[in-house]
């Protein structure tokens, strides 16, 4: 489907660029490999975001990919690829913004992987066997991004802790109005199944 948007923002001329993301496990689903094949072949605009949260669904990385890093694959269809500490925001922004300028200024394609950790499970009802420790270490204000870009703009002097303050409360408002709204709002009717549906 991204490949399909980048052909059609290129033949547009819009300046579009299509991000695709996925994670470690659809990694190794052949169609991502057709893909990187033909983006390359048409140089699109586009750029492959594969979130390494080291889990798929409930499948730890380990026992699913042969390499520790795979953004290098895409060396093997001549396409660039980075490497971006998928917690820290400002290394993502900085390698999206690389990828974004090549693809802007006809360059083509680029593949990102974030390295990352899904602190949730995949969905709320398949069981995990991960330990408590390995999560909470992930979880801590260490390694959470939003906690962790907060205190670059903390100590940077970018935002003064009552901007920060005055943000969360924004957030949880925003939030809270959102599953108001969700409750409150009646179920779509069976007709709306199809809409916005080819
Ligand atoms: C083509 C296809 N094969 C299998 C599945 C079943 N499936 C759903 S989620 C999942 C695991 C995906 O793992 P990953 O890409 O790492 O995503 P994450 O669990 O990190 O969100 C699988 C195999 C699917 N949805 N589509
Ligand atoms: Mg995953």
Same mark, same amino acid.
């Given at each position: 489907?991204?490949?399909? =948007?980048?052909? *059609?923002? !290129?033949? !547009?001329?819009?300046?579009?660029?299509?991000?695709?993301?996925f994670s470690e496990g659809a990694s190794n689903?052949?169609?991502?490999? +057709?893909?990187?094949?033909?983006?390359?072949?048409?140089?699109?605009?586009?750029?492959? &975001?594969?979130?390494?949260?080291?889990?798929?669904?409930?499948?730890?990385?380990?026992?699913?990919?042969?390499? +520790?890093?795979?953004?290098? !694959?895409?060396?093997?269809?001549?396409?660039?690829?980075?490497?971006?500490?998928?917690?820290?925001?400002?290394?993502? $922004?900085?390698?999206?913004? +690389?990828? &974004?300028?090549?693809?802007?200024?006809?360059?083509? =394609?680029?593949?990102?992987?974030?390295k990352t950790y899904r602190?949730?499970? $995949?969905?709320?009802?398949?069981?995990? #066997?991960?330990?408590?420790? +390995?999560?909470?270490?992930?979880? *801590? #204000?260490?390694?959470?991004?939003?906690?962790?870009?907060?205190?670059?703009?903390?100590?940077?002097?970018?935002?003064?802790?009552?901007? &920060?303050? #005055?943000? $969360?409360?924004?957030?949880?408002?925003?939030?809270?109005?959102?599953?108001?709204? =969700?409750?409150?709002?009646?179920?779509?009717?069976?007709?709306?199944?199809?809409?916005? &549906?080819?």
């Amino acid at each position: 489907m991204a490949l399909g =948007a980048a052909f *059609s923002a !290129r033949y !547009r001329g819009t300046g579009q660029v299509a991000v695709c993301f996925f994670s470690e496990g659809a990694s190794n689903q052949g169609v991502l490999y +057709e893909c990187l094949n033909m983006a390359r072949l048409w140089t699109m605009p586009l750029i492959y &975001v594969c979130e390494n949260n080291r889990y798929a669904a409930t499948t730890p990385a380990k026992k699913s990919v042969c390499t +520790e890093d795979i953004a290098p !694959r895409a060396a093997a269809f001549g396409l660039p690829w980075a490497i971006a500490d998928g917690n820290d925001v400002l290394d993502v $922004h900085a390698k999206t913004a +690389e990828a &974004v300028f090549r693809a802007r200024s006809g360059g083509g =394609a680029t593949f990102i992987e974030c390295k990352t950790y899904r602190v949730e499970p $995949h969905c709320g009802i398949i069981p995990d #066997g991960r330990g408590k420790d +390995e999560i909470n270490a992930w979880k *801590s #204000g260490n390694r959470d991004p939003i906690l962790q870009f907060e205190r670059v703009l903390l100590e940077t002097m970018v935002l003064t802790r009552e901007a &920060v303050a #005055g943000i $969360h409360d924004e957030v949880e408002r925003e939030l809270g109005d959102a599953i108001e709204f =969700a409750r409150s709002s009646p179920f779509p009717k069976m007709e709306a199944l199809e809409n916005g &549906v080819a």
